[in-house]
């Protein structure tokens, strides 16, 4: 059983697009996260959920909206795509303070 | 604030010789440290952490760290390196006093090129 999952792996879309990208844990975590990473490999929070809450806002322009139905799932909706969307998006769950698990990545090319 | 530095981009090694990836650190109150492993294509992968205690963990694969307070570090080892070790390595710390807020900060990756 995959402990944190995310789908699609891969999605290529026009600019101006709507997309969402879905992760789901069963690992029974209470945190759930959201990173970027980019091409140089950076590794950026972008949200950070707990028992369905937002604790966790970086700056992110408002077209990318989470949502965390359950504590098990947190989705990604991003409005209005742009080239910079482009990137590698990880879901991440964590048991508070432990390590994070990583889902295997999305990768968004936005053309 | 926390904040993590990786101040190397690349290591290289030989295979079957030690090998050292290194992690510095900073934060306010008491750090939680750890390392993850990320392969091509793959997601990161955790490897080890540091919580308290001994100040020598032991991880997966064979790797370990060290925690050393007065120089705020936190390198990565391994005594025989192997080539499927060769990866991009990442050091993360949380702050335990950043009013309950546990979100890790990550360094920004050393990529680990172990030669044959």
């Known amino acids: 059983d995959t402990a944190v999952s995310q789908t699609p792996k891969y999605l290529v879309t026009q600019m101006g697009n709507d997309k969402s990208i879905k992760c789901e844990q069963n690992?029974?975590?209470?945190?759930m996260y959201w990173y970027k990473q980019d091409s140089k490999k950076f590794l950026k929070i972008m949200f950070s959920?707990?028992?369905?809450?937002?604790?966790i806002n970086e700056t992110v322009p408002n077209r990318f909206s989470p949502k965390s139905p359950d504590k098990a799932h947190l989705n990604l909706h991003i409005n209005s795509l742009e080239l910079g969307d482009s990137a590698v998006y990880f879901c991440?769950?964590?048991?508070?303070?432990?390590?994070?698990?990583f889902g295997e990545g999305s990768r968004l090319t936005v053309l | 604030a926390q904040s993590v530095a990786q101040p190397e981009d690349q290591v290289n090694v030989a295979e079957g010789n030690p090998l050292t990836v290194k992690c510095t650190y900073s934060?306010?109150?008491?750090?939680?440290l750890f390392w993850y492993v990320q392969y091509p294509n793959r997601g990161l992968q955790f490897l080890l952490k540091?919580?308290?205690?001994?100040?020598l963990v032991k991880g997966s694969y064979g790797f370990e760290a060290e925690f050393n307070k007065s120089q705020t570090s936190f390198h990565l080892k391994k005594p025989s390196a192997l080539v499927s070790d060769s990866a991009l390595y990442f050091c993360?710390?949380?702050?335990?006093?950043?009013?309950?807020?546990?979100?890790?900060?990550f360094g920004r990756g050393t990529s680990l090129i172990v030669h044959p």
């Open positions: 934060v306010s109150g008491n750090p939680y």
């Open positions: 993360a710390v949380r702050d335990m006093a950043s009013g309950g807020s546990y979100i890790p900060t």
């Open positions: 959920y707990n028992n369905k809450e937002l604790i």
């Open positions: 991440a769950s964590s048991q508070d303070p432990g390590e994070l698990f």
């Open positions: 540091y919580i308290t205690g001994d100040n």
């Open positions: 690992l029974g975590h209470d945190t």
